[in-house]
């Protein structure tokens, strides 16, 4: 993977200025659940089990051109890296749960409804938007498809077990109250099989069947432009959709939106750097140690917010937790994403290009 970023007058409109379109298509969102109603209530009836149809096909259409770029055959290079496998579990699996209750805790002990759907957003590790923030932060694309792959199965067989730990056994140990919870590995199950194995094998079928036919010359330098940009519009659509289906609920909610927001702020900052100063510490490289970072920063809301409306009722302050998630996600990691490409060429200056100055505007070069 090239992990230099072409220079801002090679960009288009939209790539250099993605902030600005991510932040309009928030409120385009917010716009229509605050004066289309109807829109929200359309959405909503799309649904299929726990999950919302059409934010799994803004997913999809987001996810394909970045497991597409994958080259599969690094996969056991990648597999083989102990420092980065090792790390990214404890990272994901102890750290991360760790963290967002003791977060919970800090923050909402007044709160149990909201610190209970806060604790399950810490449970759900990403397994879909953490793709593009790599990719934009130039990160090793095969690394994430790799540790992404890796926390899906242990999200299955996991995320019961550590929900029963983290909301029963742990608070009584601690004096604390505990909440009860059922969670559906059905509903985890549909969300690893949606949001990760149709793009990821519609990716893979891609690259075989592309270099078998035409040679991976084509694939790479006619194939993959065509079918890059999908990325960036998939993401948008997905941001749209997420704030018409849920907007309203932040609207109405305001003061307690702004309570939930805090520790995950805080937990999205602390858990970046952290994957960030671990990858430097065990001499990574800029691009593994940047895929560490965010595949520890980032959760699956999709996960999240199907298992706090199954298990709590969809008006519960669970379920707005898990709401509140992908609404303080997409901006803080966007922002995170430009603090990866500052810190580059301060923590890896050799590896960096010697004829150009690669820029944080540049990076969205990744998706096109």
Known sequence: MNSTAASPARLGAIDRLLPVWIIAAMGIGLLLAMYVPAVGELLHAFTIGSISVPIAIGLLVMMYPVLAKVRYSSARAVA?????????????????????????????????????????????????????????????????????????????????????????????????????????????????????????????????????????????????????????????????????????????HPGDVARIALPMLVYFAVMFLVGFVTGRLLRMSYERTTTLAFTAAGNNFELAIAVAIGTFGALSGQALAGIVGPLIEVPALVALVYVALWLKPRLFPERMPTADTTTAAASADTLV
């Open 80 to 252: 083989s890296d102990k420092r980065l496998l090792i790390s990214s579990l404890v990272l994901n699996w102890l750290v991360g749960p760790a963290l967002m209750f003791a977060l919970a805790w800090i923050f909402l002990p007044d709160l149990p409804e909201y610190r209970t759907g806060l604790i399950i957003v810490g449970l759900a590790r990403c397994i879909a938007m953490v793709l593009i923030w790599n990719d934009l932060a130039c990160g090793d694309r095969e690394a994430a498809a790799f540790l992404v792959a890796v926390n899906s199965v242990f999200q299955v067989v996991a995320f019961s077990a550590l929900g029963w730990f983290y909301l029963q056994v742990l608070p009584a140990w601690l004096g604390l109250p505990t909440t009860s919870a059922e969670f559906s590995i059905w509903a985890i199950t549909a969300s690893v099989l949606v949001f990760l194995g149709i793009p990821l094998l519609a990716g893979y079928l891609s690259r075989r069947i592309g270099e078998a036919r035409r040679g991976r010359d084509w694939y790479e330098a006619r194939f993959l432009p065509r079918v890059g940009p999908f990325a960036l519009w998939g993401l948008l659509f997905t941001i749209v959709m997420l704030f018409a289906l849920q907007g309203q609920q932040v609207i109405d």
